[in-house]
């Protein structure tokens, strides 16, 4: 992580009315801006996309928030949505028509696959390959408009070549776009290694606090505008400027919480893969070693959602662990302050898993900021419970 980075993050307002000096970037709670003459109101109305009109297209705090988050990411624009999944939705809805084919390689988000597989009633259809290191070429059609990739991938956070990709899709002028919600834009910035659109769920890491829900997209200025005028515009996914003052608020943080994530998922998977009823833990920093030039040459730093399987993977099993915990909370998402802890394990799911390529007995953990000693002994407890 660098101090260009950390001033990106905290870096003053430099927005329209900083009026007498407001230090926290002001929050334009507005619908409508008002112009002085119906010749302005004509012409910016023309280019809604770099104009405050409405507030369903641009606002002054979010865009605040976008021009922090295009810099991180090294894009030229970035356009925020009401969620993670606005930023999906839109970027698919927004870019394919019908008769586009995606392919999506690593594992991937529940909820994009479901978004793709509704697609397919509006004609867009898709190819799921799990396998990180498979060859992409191979599952690409003269159809492919979009290849979609998460690296680490979704619950088992397995790597994927992303140089090699973008190798083959610029060759064959296909788009591609990643999620990189795991990594964070100061982990990882996809866009430098030839990605066209980067992603994120804003409700992670970002926003940081658990308070907020949000998403964006970055990329370049023509394909965010594209991405604006269709997928923004006219699905109407809108972040507003109190959620981006909030995630405003968690950018300012995220560095230091980032390098405190790290350190107490180092520490946890330390004790993780000593434990004996822990049959494998899955997160980079257990799964290759330190100078691996996959994890050199696009990871600068580990953030703290990590999975283990159970050695003992029933769904009782599952149960007594999470149960027994204390500090790890139960509950949906992550990257927030605070630890959680969930699993897919559900009563009799196992073969539906597998044939998912999800391990039986599978914890998901967001190791949170508490302190790595007391999320240690918080998991100690479960394992307890789990011999009993
Ligand atoms: C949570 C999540 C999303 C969706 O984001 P929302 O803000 O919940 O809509 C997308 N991708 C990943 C990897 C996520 O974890």
Not at 136 to 163: I, Q, W
Not at 186 to 207: A, C, E, M
């Amino acid at each position: 992580m660098n101090d260009t980075d950390r001033q990106i993050c905290t870096g003053p307002w430099d927005g329209p009315g900083d009026g007498p000096g407001a230090i926290a970037p002001p929050i334009f709670q507005t619908s409508l801006f008002a112009k002085a003459s119906f010749g302005d109101f004509v012409r910016q109305q023309a280019a809604e996309h770099e104009n405050y009109v409405y507030s369903r297209g641009t606002n002054p705090t979010v865009a605040f928030l976008e021009k922090r988050l295009a810099l991180l990411e090294g894009g030229e624009a970035a356009k925020c949505f009401a969620s993670g999944m606005g930023a999906i939705g839109a970027v698919l809805g927004g870019l394919l028509k019908a008769g586009d084919h995606v392919l999506f390689v690593n594992n991937v988000y529940g909820p994009t696959l479901e978004l793709a597989q509704h697609l397919g009633r509006l004609g867009i259809d898709h190819t799921v390959v799990t396998d990180p290191g498979a060859d992409v070429e191979s599952h690409l059609t003269d159809r492919t408009a979009l290849v979609y990739v998460e690296s680490p991938g979704t619950m088992l956070m397995k790597l994927m070549d992303l140089r090699a990709l973008t190798e083959v899709t610029r060759r064959r002028g296909i788009l591609t776009a990643i999620d990189n919600t795991w990594a964070t834009p100061l982990f990882q910035k996809p866009l430098g290694l030839g990605v066209d659109l980067v992603i994120h769920s804003l409700t992670k890491y970002v926003g940081g606090h658990s308070d907020v829900t949000g998403g964006v997209v970055v990329g370049s200025t023509e394909l965010v505008r594209e991405i604006f005028y269709r997928g923004h515009q006219l699905f109407g996914a809108v972040m507003s400027a109190m959620e981006a003052s909030l995630v405003l608020r968690g950018l300012r943080t995220l560095p230091v919480r980032m390098e405190q994530h790290q350190e107490n998922a180092a520490r946890v998977i330390d004790h993780l893969l000593e434990h004996p009823a822990v049959a494998a833990v899955h997160h980079p920093y257990a799964n290759h070693a330190p100078d691996d030039p996959l994890v050199r040459s696009q990871l600068t730093g580990y953030s703290g959602l990590l999975s283990l399987e159970l050695r003992d993977g029933g769904f009782d099993a599952v149960s007594r662990f999470v149960d027994a915990l204390r500090l790890f909370r139960i509950g949906v998402s992550w990257g927030g302050y605070e630890s959680l802890v969930s699993s897919p394990v559900r009563p009799g799911n196992a073969a539906q898993l597998a044939a998912n390529g999800i391990p039986g007995g599978l914890v998901r953990l967001s190791v949170g900021l508490e302190g790595a000693q007391s999320q240690i002994e918080d998991l100690d407890r479960g394992f307890a419970a789990t011999a009993r």
